[in-house]
């Protein structure tokens, strides 16, 4: 069961920062780097191919009641969702964005690993037909800006 949950933290940097600069967050109790985990993924449908037959590496999230999943695995699954929005407010009230999400993935990443069906730009609902998404998504990849391309989601 998902929810909207949101958070408003203010801070102040205290002197002027150089582009570029990087937000990192930390999560706890996380295991990323845990063999398992690693593994758990399919190359084939980060690459936009093959949906209807989720590697093996993939288990125990590869399947819900025979359906494949899209994309399958324990990476996709717990995918950190979370998203932030930062705003300069330069003792003018006025709130403007100052930040981008692009340039955020590894450039093999973007042009060879991660690959929409077909070179779209998006994953479309019709590319999914007869698969779903993983069990702790709370929308569908045809609704992820970008599809398997969106950086945030490399």
Do not use: K
């Amino acid at each position: 069961d998902f929810e909207d949950c949101h958070c408003r933290v203010n801070f102040t940097v205290p002197e002027e920062l150089r582009s570029p600069w990087y937000m990192y967050c930390g999560l706890g109790n996380y295991f990323q780097n845990h063999r398992r985990y690693v593994a758990s993924l399919d190359l084939t449908q980060l690459q936009g191919e093959s949906f209807s037959r989720p590697s093996g590496e993939c288990d125990p999230i590869r399947f819900v009641n025979g359906t494949p999943i899209v994309p399958c695995g324990a990476i996709a699954n717990s995918w950190f969702n979370d998203s932030f929005d930062m705003f300069m407010n330069r003792d003018t009230g006025e709130n403007m964005p100052c930040c981008n999400r692009t340039n955020i993935a590894w450039d093999t990443d973007r042009s060879v690993r991660f690959q929409n069906p077909n070179g779209a730009p998006e994953v479309s609902p019709e590319d999914l037909v007869g698969t779903t998404m993983p069990p702790n998504w709370p929308y569908d990849l045809s609704d992820i800006p970008g599809g398997l391309e969106n950086e945030s989601f490399i």
